[in-house]
C-alpha cells in the first residue's frame, strides 16, 4: 500500500533536516506549532491537495537582535525559537523550512504561499529582513525568490 502524503511529508521532514540528530535543530511538534501560532498566525502554512499535505512553510518572526545572534551562530535554531517571545515587534523573518513533495515542486505553489504568509506577518510587524539557513541548492534558491519578491534582504547562516 502507497504512503499518504502525510507520511511522505514525515518522511522527507526526516531525510532533509534530520532533526533527530542535532539537537541545534527546532524539532516541530504539536507543541511548537501551536507556540508557533501565538507568535503569528502565519508562521505555519499548509498546501493539502485533497488527499493531505504536500506542502508546509514554516516561518518564525524574530527581532533583529536573535537574528544577528542567529547568523553569527551564537545561538542555535531551537534557542532563536525559545527566545522569540509571543506579542513582540518583529524585524526579522526566519525563512525555517518549506518543504514540498517532489511532483509539486517547481509549480511556485511554496513561492506564493511564503510570500502570502510574509505579507501577512509584514502587515502587523516591521520586518526588515529575511534570513536563512540553507539545507539544500532549491531551498537557497528559493529563499532567493522569495527575497527579490519581497523586496527583503535575505542573510544566511553559513553552516
Known amino acids: ?62 527581532s533583529l537582535e536573535l537574528m544577528e545572534e542567529f547568523l553569527a551562530k551564537r545561538i542555535s535554531e531551537k534557542e532563536l525559537f525559545q527566545r522569540t517571545q509571543p506579542h513582540q515587534s518583529y524585524g526579522a523573518i526566519y525563512l525555517c523550512s518549506a518543504m514540498v513533495l517532489e511532483e509539486f515542486r517547481g509549480k511556485g505553489i511554496a513561492k506564493r504561499m511564503t510570500i502570502e504568509a510574509i505579507e501577512n506577518i509584514r502587515k502587523d510587524h516591521p520586518v526588515k529582513k529575511l534570513f536563512v539557513w540553507p539545507f539544500s541548492k532549491e531551498g537557497d534558491g528559493l529563499a532567493e525568490t522569495i527575497a527579490k519578491s519581497t523586496s527583503l534582504p535575505l542573510l544566511k547562516r553559513l553552516s
Open 1 to 62: 500500500m502507497p504512503k499518504s502524503n502525510f507520511e511522505r511529508m514525515i518522511q522527507l521532514a526526516g531525510e532533509v533536516f534530520d532533526v533527530k540528530s542535532d539537537p541545534d535543530q527546532l524539532d516541530v511538534d504539536e507543541k511548537v506549532i501551536a507556540r508557533l501560532q501565538e507568535i503569528h498566525p502565519s508562521t505555519v502554512s499548509e498546501f493539502d491537495d485533497g488527499k493531505g499535505p504536500v506542502i508546509w512553510i514554516l516561518l518564525i518572526p524574530t
